[in-house]
């Protein structure tokens, strides 16, 4: 299996400022035959199912704004929101979708400072 | 608009079968694309279970296999879940997803509300 490790667990952010979230995987998630990441962000509001942001690690799903962006590839990746915003507060899961069993990180959990 | 409603007994007893179904609105499952369950204990992170494409083809979390069985019903647009032999560690939501392709290496880009399902000593 592959296994994702989010760092932090958590963490509290002055609302306008950066908030950087990391995964890690195991093992790559990079396919080379097609130059993509396997590798999706997801947000979680309180009592609410998750919520696609980003996949092939940078692409953004359409509604999502502009400050949420994703980077990294093979292992490490990250997730930035450039001014956190108070409906920002939530979980935020990775996933790889690479193979199966597909794995969700543990999750990070962002809060207003 | 992509819908997807999940139902089935909010408590189930230990050593029982968990039986839950996805209703999908919005979408004709026979179209194409893969749908798989997800579930989430209690202040917990998330854990992939399975998925089903129209044809019937499925893929499963090894760690649960041996106790799960995804199927599909094209006529009523909707799929379901069944976990046998439940226990405790089995309390959790489920929530049913639409993968955002027609091959499991597709993020998840719908997703249900999620049903709570207890089980019970």
């Known amino acids: 299996d592959i296994v994702m490790t989010q760092s932090p667990d958590s963490l509290a952010v002055s609302l306008g400022e950066r908030a950087t979230i990391n995964c890690k995987s195991s093992?790559?998630?990079?396919?080379?035959?097609?130059?993509?990441?396997?590798l999706a962000w997801y947000q979680q509001r309180p009592g609410q199912p998750p919520k696609l942001l980003i996949y092939?690690?940078?692409t953004r799903e359409s509604g999502v704004p502009d400050r949420f962006s994703g980077s990294g590839s093979g292992t490490d990746f990250t997730l930035t929101i450039s001014s956190l915003q108070a409906e920002d507060v939530a979980v935020y899961y990775c996933q790889q979708y690479y193979n199966i069993p597909l794995t969700f990180g543990g999750g990070t959990k962002v809060e207003i400072k | 608009q992509v819908q997807l409603q999940e139902s089935g007994p909010g408590l189930v007893k230990s050593s029982e079968t968990l039986s839950l179904t996805c209703a999908v609105s919005g979408y004709s499952i026979s179209s194409g694309y893969f749908w798989g369950w997800i579930r989430q204990p209690p202040g917990k992170g998330l854990e992939w279970i399975g998925n089903?494409?129209?044809?019937?083809?499925?893929y499963y979390n090894p760690s649960l296999k041996s106790r799960v069985t995804i199927s599909v019903d094209t006529s009523k647009s909707q799929f379901s879940l069944k976990l046998s032999s439940v226990t405790a560690a089995d309390t959790a939501v489920y929530y049913c997803?639409?993968?955002?392709?027609?091959?499991?290496?597709?993020?998840?880009?719908?997703w249900g509300q999620g049903a709570l399902v207890t089980v019970s000593s």
């Open positions: 997803a639409r993968h955002k392709g027609s091959a499991y290496t597709h993020p998840f880009d719908y």
């Open positions: 092939w690690a940078s």
């Open positions: 089903i494409y129209h044809s019937g083809s499925t």
């Open positions: 093992q790559s998630v990079f396919y080379s035959s097609n130059n993509n990441n396997y």
